[in-house]
């Protein structure tokens, strides 16, 4: 079951966020869960951060959202994860349709996102999701943990 995230999954989305799987690719380097609470706020302020649940448990979540005035046909995916208790089994695959699905039915016509070279199994779901490499963003991400740079890809999805 899909559902907008709320104050109360804050818990939850902290632990799979900071989850040693999942935070090398996401938007944030590790962090006391104080620090977090700004993080999630803006994450949930817009009302547009959805979270999966199965049996209560939050399997996975990520934020969608468009761009305003002449680009407001564009849609983007983001801050997206499966909690690892449950990953490999498909669940990406339909979160990422139900995004998709979701964007559409709001008018999008065209869905980006960025990926970071390094995470071929997420560039491995969004091709099979349809999704197209369009350009690299050259050093655009950097972790704490590391001394290098590394590249990003944006990809997008054209919808009917
Ligand atoms: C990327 C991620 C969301 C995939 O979640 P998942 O629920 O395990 O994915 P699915 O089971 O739906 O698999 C979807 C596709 O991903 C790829 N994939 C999944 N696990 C893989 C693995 N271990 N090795 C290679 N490819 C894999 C495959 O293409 C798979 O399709 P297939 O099963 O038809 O081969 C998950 O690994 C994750 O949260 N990773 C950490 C955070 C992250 O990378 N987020 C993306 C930020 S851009």
Same mark, same amino acid.
């Given at each position: 079951m899909r559902r907008q995230a709320a104050v109360s999954d804050f818990d939850a989305v902290f632990s799979i966020y900071m989850d040693e799987r999942v935070i090398p690719?996401?938007?944030?380097d590790p962090m006391p869960r104080e620090e977090f609470g700004t993080v999630y706020a803006e994450l949930i302020a817009g009302g547009n951060f959805f979270v999966h649940e199965l049996d209560g448990v939050i399997t996975g979540f990520y934020k969608i959202n468009r761009y305003p005035g $002449?680009? $407001?046909?564009v849609g983007y995916v983001g801050s997206f994860a499966v909690n690892p208790a449950f990953q490999g089994r498909g669940l990406a695959t339909s979160m990422l349709k139900d995004a998709i699905a979701d964007l559409h039915a709001r008018g999008v016509k065209r869905v980006e996102l960025i990926v970071e070279s390094d995470n071929p199994v997420a560039i491995a779901l969004y091709e099979k999701c349809g999704f197209e490499k369009e350009g690299t963003l050259r050093q655009f991400y950097k972790r704490a943990s590391e001394a290098h740079y590394v590249d990003d890809y944006i990809m997008a999805l054209l919808l009917e």
């Amino acid at each position: 079951m899909r559902r907008q995230a709320a104050v109360s999954d804050f818990d939850a989305v902290f632990s799979i966020y900071m989850d040693e799987r999942v935070i090398p690719f996401l938007g944030y380097d590790p962090m006391p869960r104080e620090e977090f609470g700004t993080v999630y706020a803006e994450l949930i302020a817009g009302g547009n951060f959805f979270v999966h649940e199965l049996d209560g448990v939050i399997t996975g979540f990520y934020k969608i959202n468009r761009y305003p005035g $002449r680009a $407001r046909h564009v849609g983007y995916v983001g801050s997206f994860a499966v909690n690892p208790a449950f990953q490999g089994r498909g669940l990406a695959t339909s979160m990422l349709k139900d995004a998709i699905a979701d964007l559409h039915a709001r008018g999008v016509k065209r869905v980006e996102l960025i990926v970071e070279s390094d995470n071929p199994v997420a560039i491995a779901l969004y091709e099979k999701c349809g999704f197209e490499k369009e350009g690299t963003l050259r050093q655009f991400y950097k972790r704490a943990s590391e001394a290098h740079y590394v590249d990003d890809y944006i990809m997008a999805l054209l919808l009917e």
